[in-house]
């Protein structure tokens, strides 16, 4: 296997401060919670949330992913449900990657029958050319080609997730 860098640290770290500006704007004078995906999305929340500057709450969630393979195993269950409370809360959803969007589109549906105000997803990268399942996020960092890629909080079966940069893997 090998790994080839697609998205340096440094264009990472821009993009999060333009994010974290555009999501606290769109927040403004509502309570917020940044609800993190596990475990992919752990690197992206922390990073993000350490460039809003505003009051928020983090909380957890955790859904079925796709174990040691590259494909996804077609059903999704709630692992680790999130333990604040929602109701009237705005919530944003921090996601790793969007792919054939069937994740997504489950924690969506959960959250939104948990009474939050207002629901919104930001996710970290984009594969809209792998999509099965219709869904438009509303915060993008990167949208890129559907190829397997590792690094800030991605996994090929548990590694890689501590690369500080986004690589494509290759057999
Ligand atoms: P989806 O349900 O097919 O949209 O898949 C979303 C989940 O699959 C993500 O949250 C990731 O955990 C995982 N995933 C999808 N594509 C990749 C990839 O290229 N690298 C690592 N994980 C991925
Ligand atoms: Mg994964």
Known sequence: MSLHTLISKDSIDTRIRELAIEITRDFEGQELIVLCVLKGAVLFLTDLIRAMDRDLAIDFIQVSSYG????????????????????????????????????I???????????????????????????????????IGFTIEPAFVVGYGLDYAERYRNLPEVAILEE
């Open 68 to 103: 040691s393979e590259k494909k996804s195993s077609g059903v999704v269950t709630i692992l680790k449900e999130p333990q604040l409370d929602m109701h009237g809360k705005g919530v944003v959803i921090v996601e790793d990657i969007i792919d054939s969007g069937m994740s």
């Open 105 to 139: 589109r489950e924690v969506c549906r959960y959250i939104e029958s948990r009474g939050a105000a207002k629901v919104k997803v930001a996710s970290f990268l984009d594969k809209p050319a792998a999509r099965k399942y219709p869904f438009v996020p509303d915060y």
